[in-house]
């Protein structure tokens, strides 16, 4: 588990990644995101409001974590495929002076990350809240992604080591 101090706009958060294949409490995960591959490449959306990114969103009323990752991932990225639980990264506001009671978010939250590999890759036709897509070379991702630090590239390196266990044939 790592932990990386961040500021969302003048709150202080504390981020902390466990790579674990089960999920943290339901009604308290405020967010999904995923790395989707298609074939070795990583999906990026241009986010209309943040640049590029992961395809990610809230929970809708009765929607399992799953199902919000495929239904973000044709939103952002018109693209299909199967989703793996990854992790999560734990959003503490215990060191965020701004956080009350009131506050959207609870004071510790999660956000579920998944993995998804791209079985269909629609036409992208920018009709929700991305711009456009790109696959790049996963190891270029600190160039593109605005805020790119050391937490996101543990979880990118977990992500990859993920994806090649899946990928070695068991022994026989």
């Not at 799953?66 to 999560?88: K, M, P, Q, S, V």
Request: glycine share 6%; with cysteine.
């Amino acid at each position: 588990m790592s932990d990386i101090i961040v500021y969302w706009g003048d709150a202080k958060i504390k981020l902390s990644w466990t790579k674990s294949i089960s999920l943290p409490p339901l009604n308290k995960i405020t967010s999904i995101h995923s790395f989707c591959f298609y074939n070795d490449q990583l999906l990026l959306v241009n986010l209309n409001e943040r640049g590029w990114d992961f395809h990610g969103g809230h929970l809708e009323e009765n929607e399992t974590p799953e199902e919000c990752c495929r239904r973000e991932a044709w939103e952002e990225g018109y693209i299909e495929g199967n989703c793996t639980l990854l992790g999560y990264i734990t959003v503490s506001h215990e060191e965020n002076p701004l956080w009350n009671e009131t506050s959207p978010y609870p004071k510790i939250g999660f956000q579920a990350i998944y993995n998804m590999e791209i079985e269909l890759l629609h036409p992208f036709e920018g009709k929700f809240e991305s711009a456009e897509r790109m696959l790049i070379d996963p190891d270029r991702t600190s160039i593109w992604y605005k805020g790119w630090n050391s937490l996101y590239e543990e979880i990118l390196e977990d992500s990859l080591a993920s994806r090649q266990l899946r990928a070695v044939p068991p022994d026989i």
